[in-house]
């Protein structure tokens, strides 16, 4: 069974930029869920896609925003990059339930210059 | 609201034992914990539910108090593979299944 996948691994951007960054789900599962994790720190949620509706954000700007689509994948957006958001975006996985587990992908790392 | 993980980070010797603490002001459902290596994903290690149990995973165990809403994670004679950060996640009853992270404890050891 193919684990999580996300694309591209690695991103360079300068500020003002544009980024999208994809994510294929564990296939069954429905629910997609974003991470922010800078350096050394812990992870930040940013979105939860769940049936190809918004579930849930975090505490982060509207230039972040993303959709999931009928295959039940998902992309990233963030306009305007700015240096702060240089950071490792990381995509998970799972069927909605408290019972099962997030299944993460190997991450972007996205670098602004 | 984010549980409170403890302690923040640990320094073992390979053959040493060590105990995380997961606490959360909210009465809980499921406690799940993860463990991160440099530069990787975080990877699932477990899930506690709502009833006290306790599960475990070769020499990696876990407790889950539904009283103290406190979770903890066992290491037993720790491994040098055992270095990472650990991360407790929570689901709290009130919530529509958002799992909310600790800050994470940093574990290292030392051959």
């Known amino acids: 069974e193919a684990g999580v996948t996300q694309s591209p691994t690695h991103l360079i951007k300068t500020r003002g930029q544009q980024a999208t960054l994809r994510c294929s789900p564990i296939?069954?599962?429905?629910?997609v869920y974003w991470y922010q994790q800078a350096l050394g720190l812990g992870l930040q949620f940013l979105l939860w896609?769940?049936?190809?509706?918004?579930?849930n954000r975090g505490n982060f700007p509207p230039r972040f925003s993303g959709r999931q689509f009928p295959n039940y994948s998902s992309e990233l957006n963030v306009n305007a990059l700015e240096l702060e958001d240089s950071a490792l975006y990381l995509c998970?996985?799972?069927?909605?339930?408290?019972?099962?587990?997030?299944?993460f992908g190997d991450g972007t790392r996205l670098s602004i210059l | 609201q984010q549980p409170v993980q403890s302690p923040q980070a640990v320094i073992l010797r390979e053959g040493e034992d060590a105990v995380i603490n997961c606490s959360s002001s909210?009465?809980?459902?499921?406690v799940h914990w993860y463990r991160q290596k440099h530069g990787e994903a975080p990877v699932f290690l477990m899930i506690l539910l709502k009833g006290g149990e306790q599960k475990g995973h070769e020499k990696i165990s876990a407790s889950f108090n539904e009283k103290k809403q406190q979770s903890s994670l066992y290491l037993t004679a720790s491994q040098l593979s055992y270095s990472g950060t650990y991360f407790c996640?929570?689901?709290?009853?009130?919530?529509?299944?958002?799992?909310?992270w600790g800050a994470g404890t940093k574990l290292i050891i030392k051959p």
């Open positions: 996640g929570t689901i709290s009853m009130d919530s529509n299944y958002q799992l909310i």
């Open positions: 896609y769940d049936e190809g509706e918004e579930r």
């Open positions: 296939s069954g599962h429905t629910s």
């Open positions: 909210k009465a809980l459902y499921s």
């Open positions: 998970a996985s799972s069927l909605v339930t408290g019972r099962r587990p997030q299944h």
